[in-house]
Structure formats: C-alpha cells, structure tokens
C-alpha cells in the first residue's frame, strides 16, 4: 500500500501521508523534550547568583592608614588597596619610563597609558557627580589586583622586595611602589582594575 497521497488537483505532486505526518510530529516531540532535559546543563554553565553580586564591590577607604594596605576579594581574587606615604610616592615619581620593564600603565580605567606613577595612583579615577576627593588621596591611594603577573601568585606587600613595594617569593619578581614590575620574570606591571569613588571615604571596584 502507498504511504502517499496523490495531490487533489491532479497536478502529479505527491503530499505526505497520514504516516509522514506521525514521523514529523515525533521527530519535533523529541527535540523539544531534548532541549528541556539539557537546559538544566546549559542554565548551570551561567555565572552563579553570588558571583553577579560581586561584579562590582564597595570598600570603604577611610580607615587605611598611611603606609597601610587592606586586601578585598572581587571577582575570585585579591585586591590591594594601599595608602602610600610620602617616601613611597617620591621613589615612584623618580624612576624614569625608560627604566621599567612595561611601560604601559596597565590601569583599566584610562587604558594604553605610559605607567608613571600618577598613571597608576587614584588621580585618573572618576568620581560620582557632585563627590570631591582630596588631592592628597587621589596622590597616595593605589588599588590593584593582587595576583602576580607571572604565574598569578599572591606577592608580599607593605614595602617588600628589593623596591619598597611588592615582592612574589615563588619565583622573584619585585615590583615597586607603583606596583610596576622591576626585576624578575613578570612580564607586566600588577594590573589595576576599574574603580570608582562613590563618596570621599568609599570606593566600587568594578
């Protein structure tokens, strides 16, 4: 028996069968039940509820003494956020470009700068409208992230290594007051993520 029907108009065409029909509407029964068993997989592959709050933290500044440093997690990795002295920021301004071993500031807020120290600090930072920050701060705040450039290690802080900044005893890289990199196998100054002041005494990483 033919599993087609000749078309009523007697053009020749053949239309699918009752059969045919059964075939299709099984075949788009399995897709669908297949994309609702595999949603579950692809939906968990999405950034967890916890992690899209910390796309972006607020810390607040006004306790960090000078020459002190806090750490913060944002986005599954530290953060240094330091108070420099006086001293810290002289030996940083001295050091001319053509000694650093990357010269490019590496700071997300105002990317492609040449890595001097006012580059680096907090004195690019965009402030929330109608919030004024004192200059001193803007001069002595610098926040950056906390993993080594090399293999991602957390360096030693609070004037270490052979520059007065950060130090990475795994494998020797000594980055200075800036945190630009100076000696060692990091290729590239400790990165500066984007940042904000929300107030005078409060910063948003993120």
Known sequence: MSDVTPSPDGSGAQEPSRRDFIYIAAGG????????VLWPFIDQ???????????????????????EQITVMWRGGPVFIRKR???????????????????????ENEP??????????AQLVAAAEGVEIDEALRTSLIV??????????VPVGDGAGDYNGWFCPCHGS???????????????NL????????????????
């Open 29 to 36: 029964a399995v897709a669908v039940g297949g994309a609702f």
């Open 45 to 67: 592959m999405n950034p967890a509820a916890d992690t899209l709050a910390l796309a972006s933290i607020r810390t607040p500044i006004a306790g960090i003494a000078e020459g």
């Open 85 to 107: 002295t006086q001293s810290d920021i002289e030996s940083a301004r001295a050091v001319e470009l053509s000694a650093l071993p990357d010269r490019d500031a590496r700071n």
């Open 112 to 121: 492609g700068l040449p890595a001097t120290d006012e580059n680096r600090s």
């Open 144 to 153: 950056m992230k906390g993993n080594c450039t090399h293999l991602g290690c």
């Open 174 to 188: 000594h980055y200075d007051a800036a945190g630009r990199i100076r000696r060692g196998p990091a290729p590239e």
């Open 191 to 206: 990165h500066i993520p984007p940042y904000t002041f929300v107030s005078a005494t409060t910063i948003q990483i993120g």
